[in-house]
DNA sequence: TTGCGCTATGTTATACTATAACGTATATCC
DNA sequence: GGATATACGTTATAGTATAACATAGCGCAA
């Protein structure tokens, strides 16, 4: 399943479980409430603890254009294309788009370049019930 | 100057002018502080709407993955390149990239998009200092 | 086996970002 | 003058994220 997983933590299967059980990215806070409603006391920390170990084995990710995080899996490369009507959130390919941007910054000598591409609107299936 | 402004109002200058004057993105709060030195009570709701009515009129942005504000000037188009050593952002073109982009998406159907491109790294200058 | 270092977690408090809700002043138009 | 509209002041609170310190468990070497 995981890729660049490595044993995780309990608390991260289970931040992660959550994740992939949504349909659509989750807040910190709203993760938060639902690790309260399986386990009781949790605290912020334990939460933000586990995204970010989350992330750095990447496994998630946060939607900065939402404040919220998503399973990369739903995710996957570089473009996040997320539907304001219904929420949910998808990766597509976008493979010269990437490169070209990348070739332009380290001839201008940017260096270490890691880009962030979010696409809000509506999608396919929200668009036509509006028709 | 400007375009897109029409009659700011002097809350609105006053914040516009402060993000002109910096070298790089500020935060919400030390806009805030800024309008505390110059006029003395300032609460936040004065900051944020001012920086709403300043990205209504196309005259600033939010960068996302800072949680802070850019005069357009700075960052003109669709991609924003932010280096992480001295915090200065800058806009570049990226024609074909973005056409590219929507077509995909209007293709498949998704509608009213609108992307936000952030791309983060290090400047040719700071590349070059640690060279 | 004891003690050390390491990692994850618990716990408390607080910082930082943003908006709701309501009141007041001013301008404009009729 | 009264109705409406806009911006702003003010108070309070919601929502997002991290600092700092305490505790527990594990692996391992002396």
């Known amino acids: 399943m995981g890729q660049g997983a490595d044993h995780l933590t309990s608390n991260q299967a289970q931040v992660l479980d959550h994740l992939r059980a949504a349909n659509a990215p989750m807040t910190a806070y709203q993760l938060l409430g639902r690790m309260q409603n399986d386990r009781g006391a949790v605290a912020p920390p334990t939460v933000y603890r586990a995204l970010k170990a989350l992330e750095e084995a990447g496994l998630i990710r946060r939607i900065e254009t939402l404040r919220a995080w998503a399973p990369v899996a ?25 490169e070209s941007l990348h070739e332009r910054l380290v001839a201008e000598g940017f260096a270490d370049a890691r880009q962030t591409i979010e696409v809000h609107g509506r999608c396919g299936d929200c668009a036509e019930d509006r028709a």
Do not use: F, S
Not at 74 to 98: K, M, N, S, Y
């Open 74 to 98: 739903t995710v996957r490369p570089g473009v996040v294309v997320i539907c304001d009507d219904c929420g949910t959130v998808r990766g597509v390919e976008a493979p010269g788009l990437l």
